[in-house]
């Protein structure tokens, strides 16, 4: 009977994963509400205690999120929009360089005859058959709009959707509680409150590494005099998440940009070390102030959980990739322990080898 409730168990989850992966276009905003849920349950619970009910505090959560959201586009997104344009003027600026510059050292030395005017000139010869394959391309992507309206209502209904769970928080996980078999359920709760502990410390302390290098990019890149240094040094830090991709990108266009900007050498060596403070400060200060070792997951592991996340859910997976795999790192650790604790494992462990090896005489 038991072993028959297991396989029960073990059907229903499959069952689960399969629907979910089924359920992937329209689940971003669920997602999404329930990370918002997740993240801000701690402020709205501290408002109870002030006697403020939760629908009110909850509404002054969202209030306060949306006048930080407000007050940051207008602060920041003219600033971002400029250098954006800046940079991409810096692709055009460098193809002329290497023009100039570079394929005439290769021409001359390997007995070469490259010219890149020659392929931007094929190229526009072509850009009208590029322009309609990458809108035929588009088509297949969007489907006829429904991709685009698709998104814009992921991106209404994440508010609304994160609203109501944050303000029924309580009262849900009460329910999920309810519905634990009553010999389990202590166990199940431990397990979900040491999940909450790996998985809430590391959701938080990542987004505070992450923004923490991406101001420490951003005011490096502008004193070391990069025009464009707030979106490279943002772009290096939110990517950071991901080992080693985030410097690899902002390394990269950060040295391009501040060539073409300069067209010197010595700069970039600002650059290497803008990166070079901030990798230290991620590692030494950064890391181990907000995130210490509550994840535990080789570097590794973590491109394969974020890729996997990206393939099977989209952005918000991969936000939710790593997260995901805390509570799995829990769940292991639990599973490791009970084999090792299975009369299975110990009668393994006694049990002498097939072959053993001849005696020295």
Not at 45 to 51: G, I, P, S, V, Y
Not at 55 to 62: D, I, K, P, S
Not at 253 to 268: D, K, N, R, S, V
Not at 285 to 297: S, T
């Amino acid at each position: 009977m038991a072993l028959s409730m297991r396989w029960l168990w073990v059907a229903g989850l499959l069952l689960l994963g399969y629907l979910l992966y089924l359920l992937a276009p329209i689940l971003t905003p669920f997602f999404a509400g329930i990370v918002l849920a997740y993240l801000f349950d701690p402020l709205v619970t501290r408002l109870t205690h002030w006697r403020i009910g939760r629908t009110v505090g909850t509404t002054l959560v969202f209030f306060g999120l949306s006048l930080l959201l407000v007050l940051a586009v207008l602060a920041l997104v003219p600033a971002i929009v400029d250098q954006a344009v800046k940079l991409v003027r810096v692709v055009p600026a460098l193809m002329a360089r290497l023009q100039t510059q570079l394929v005439p050292m290769i021409n001359e030395h390997l007995g070469m005859n490259l010219d890149l005017n020659l392929l931007t000139q094929l190229s526009m010869q072509h850009a009208q058959e590029i322009g309609s394959v990458i809108a035929k391309s588009a088509r297949v992507v969007f489907g006829n709009g429904t991709g685009v309206v698709l998104a814009l209502a992921n991106a209404l209904l994440i508010p609304v959707i994160g609203f109501y769970f944050l303000r029924d928080w309580p009262l849900m996980l009460e329910r999920v509680r309810g519905l634990l078999p009553r010999s389990q359920e202590a166990r199940w709760v431990g397990l979900a409150q040491e999940s909450n502990t790996v998985m809430g410390g590391f959701l938080r302390g990542q987004l505070a590494v992450m923004l923490a290098n991406g101001v420490t990019y951003s005011i490096g890149l502008t004193f070391a005099g990069l025009d464009t240094g707030i979106v490279i040094g943002m772009t290096a830090g939110m990517l950071s998440f991901v080992p080693y991709l985030g410097n690899i990108i902002g390394i990269t266009m950060a040295l391009i940009a501040m060539y073409i900007q300069t067209g010197e050498w010595t700069p970039l060596l600002w650059v290497l070390l803008v990166f070079g403070i901030g990798q230290t400060l991620e590692s030494v200060v950064w890391q181990p102030r907000f995130v210490g070792e509550r994840i535990g997951l080789h570097p590794v592991a973590v491109i394969f959980a974020v890729m996997a996340g990206g393939a099977l859910f989209g952005f918000f997976g991969v936000l939710l990739a790593l997260p995901v795999s805390a509570i799995l790192v829990v769940l292991g650790r639990h599973a490791l322990a009970q084999y090792r604790a299975s009369d299975w494992y110990r009668d393994a462990s006694n049990t002498p080898p097939l072959h053993s090896p001849p005696r020295d005489s």
